[in-house]
């Protein structure tokens, strides 16, 4: 069973830093392939960045490349997304998501768990 559980998220000026985590109480987090994506209002749930089972391979949004940064650490199940250099355009409810397979990773439909998202709101 997969059970996720966002944090970290708040309000922040642009050009400043934020790290969101996810944290899995099931058993399984060290099986799944990983995944950030974020909804702003009135727009769809967008792909951000991705991260295999292992930590080996990372992909990210052309949006965020350069900025962000996904990680892991399996022994406290636990994925991070590190926010650097934030602009008003990444305000967003984030939310991290687990599939089984390591492809297809900007589709939404292909990832089995989600979290409740957390806000993460970059003032001008």
């Known amino acids: 069973q997969v059970q996720l559980a966002e944090s970290g998220g708040g309000l922040v000026q642009a050009g400043g830093s934020l790290r969101v985590s996810c944290v899995d109480s099931?058993?399984?987090?060290?099986?799944?392939?990983m995944g950030w994506f974020r909804q702003a209002p009135g727009k769809e749930r967008e792909f951000v960045a991705g991260?295999?089972?292992?930590?080996?391979?990372?992909y990210y949004a052309d949006s965020v490349k350069g900025r962000f940064t996904i990680s892991r650490d399996n022994a406290k199940n636990t994925v991070y997304l590190q926010m650097n250099s934030l602009k008003p355009e990444d305000t967003a409810v984030y939310y991290c998501?687990?599939?089984?397979?390591?492809?297809?990773?900007?589709?939404?439909?292909?990832?089995?768990?989600w979290g409740q998202g957390t806000q993460v709101t970059v003032s001008s």
């Open positions: 998501a687990a599939k089984r397979y390591s492809f297809d990773w900007y589709r939404a439909d292909q990832y089995g768990y």
């Open positions: 099931g058993r399984t987090f060290r099986n799944n392939a």
């Open positions: 991260i295999t089972w292992n930590g080996v391979s990372t």
